[in-house]
């Protein structure tokens, strides 16, 4: 079938769909329902930090494509395109950015923003509750908010990892940023929630869109399906076969997504993907997209505003497409350049020894990149060989004196479990950055009173398997030198009290 008709067949499907959607779109603009989830908790203290005054109606931020080429280079270009255009790529085929009117944002100083942001924790007013949109003006500042599509994703625990720090690595300013604990287990929440609301608002202008579309390696797909399904907009998921958890796997299925397994790794999808959005009026989500590192930047300045707008000195990204590491430099330079810090922390990107393009780059002192085929690792999100976001990467670590570092099988393993035996759950991909602070601690690059932050990308319950083989000692070629199996004990009283006596002679109580 030409390209001509296979759009005019899903354009045929996509006004049918639309006609249900028009509606729901309709009903939506005219009710106050939102789509947001209660916390059951209760914050030990009442915000009590009053909003400024708004900006006056005369001052307007606004955002848009530009060529990310200009900005790694600081040169100037007249190329750019409005957030409501389908654009992915520049004229020249490069990555683009989103650059946003920092002369209308400066017309606020420092304090300012603040104030502002710190005002929006924990309100219920849509929809700054969000993480994400509480830094609307930051992120998509022209987008109605009607249109936002919000789990009021972001606002994580920063946990302060005292047990490991000071057991494990001598330190005592040691904290977890845990971005898993979000809508669906992922940090990829704080992108796709403003990617889809884009979409949301274009389906509104009625641009001719049957739906989003990705590739993934597991939480890609969760967030995507999750957000499309509370727009009512369809879904569609280019997997790789028997690559991801069942855990995983599950969500955009329950979600209601169109689920394609395909015989390839990631960077198969992602090929295909990128093929099929070219030809059909599918809109592309992989973080390609510069719409989703806007929303993840934010993460980067909710640390800032959980430690009370002061700066860490180290921040570890675990990487595998690479989108993150840039974002959260993002988020960092932008709260500089508007005069909230003096400074930006160092970066640190980790990623799995399997699937390590941007080590070995930074090994070769930036001179030899090569994509390369990836291994299996229990990181499985960030097992990609030849990552889209690689010039972003480098142009953060680059500006931040940044480091990459890498992680065996067997260490991102053992920093796992180590963690998890000090109160944290956390995921293999966590652990690849964990292993990446301890072999800087070894080397002394990170001191004993750095202000350190490990950013964990995805909760552990999406990746149980890994952690039952590792304490179960069912890994192949692996110790498990820390594993903490079951022990089988017979029905009887006697028998219990041995095996408890027995524990407790080699246990020192506290």
């Known amino acids: 079938m030409a390209s001509s008709q296979l759009f005019s067949s899903f354009l045929s499907s996509s006004l049918l769909m639309n006609s249900h959607t028009t509606s729901a779109a309709h009903h939506h603009q005219h009710s106050t329902s939102k789509l947001v989830v209660k916390c059951t908790a209760t914050p030990s203290t009442v915000n009590t930090v009053s909003p400024p005054p708004p900006p006056s109606p005369r001052i307007s931020f606004s955002n848009k494509y530009i060529p990310f080429n200009s900005i790694s280079t600081n040169t100037p270009t007249t190329e750019s395109y409005s957030l409501d255009e389908i654009v992915y790529r520049s004229r020249a085929g490069g990555l683009l950015d989103i650059q946003h009117d920092l002369k209308a944002l400066k017309q606020f100083d420092g304090e300012y923003w603040k104030t502002l942001f710190d005002s929006r924790v924990g309100t219920t007013k849509w929809p700054y509750g969000s993480g994400v949109w509480s830094k609307k003006e930051w992120v998509l500042p022209e987008i109605d908010d009607d249109d936002i599509v919000s789990a009021f994703e972001g606002n994580s625990n920063l946990f302060w990892a005292e047990r490991f720090g000071k057991k494990f690595l001598g330190m005592n300013d040691l904290w977890v940023k845990n971005c898993g604990i979000s809508h669906t287990g992922s940090f990829k929440d704080l992108g796709m929630t403003v990617l889809v609301s884009q979409v949301n608002r274009l389906r509104k202008m009625n641009v001719p869109l049957v739906g989003v579309g990705c590739a993934s390696t597991g939480d890609t797909s969760a967030a995507l399906s999750a957000y499309c399904a509370a727009a009512n907009i369809p879904s569609i998921v280019f997997l790789p076969a028997n690559k991801i958890s069942m855990a995983q796997l599950v969500q955009p299925i329950a979600n209601g997504a169109f689920v394609l397994s395909i015989d390839t790794d990631f960077d198969g999808c992602m090929k295909l993907i990128r093929e099929v959005t070219a030809e059909l009026p599918i809109y592309l989500a992989n973080s390609l997209n510069s719409l989703r590192l806007e929303g993840q930047k934010t993460a980067a300045i909710e640390i800032l505003q959980q430690f009370d707008w002061n700066v860490p000195d180290w921040v570890i990204v675990p990487g595998g497409n690479l989108g993150n590491i840039y974002a959260f ?151 498990c030198q820390y594993a903490n199996p079951t022990v089988q004990v017979k029905a009887d009283f006697g028998s219990v009290v041995d095996v408890l006596k027995k524990y407790l002679s080699n246990t020192r109580l506290h």
């Open 329 to 479: 430099y993002k988020g960092f330079k932008m709260c500089q350049e508007l005069g909230l810090v003096d400074r930006i922390p160092s970066l640190v990107c980790a990623q799995a020894a399997n699937a390590n393009p941007l080590y070995l780059y930074f090994k070769s002192g930036w001179k030899e990149h090569r994509p390369l085929k990836a291994s299996t690792t229990f990181a499985s999100a960030i097992q990609i060989g030849d990552p889209v976001s690689i010039d972003r990467a480098v142009y953060a670590l680059k500006n931040s004196n940044g480091i990459v570092e890498e992680a065996t099988e067997e260490e991102l393993m053992d920093a796992m479990a180590l963690a998890d035996s000090t109160g944290m759950f956390i995921c293999p991909h966590t652990g690849v950055a964990l292993t990446a602070l301890i072999k800087l601690r070894d080397s002394g690059i990170i001191g004993p009173t750095d202000k350190t932050v490990v950013v964990s990308t995805a909760h552990g319950l999406k990746f149980t398997q890994s952690k039952i083989d590792y304490h179960s000692r069912e890994i192949k070629q692996m110790a």
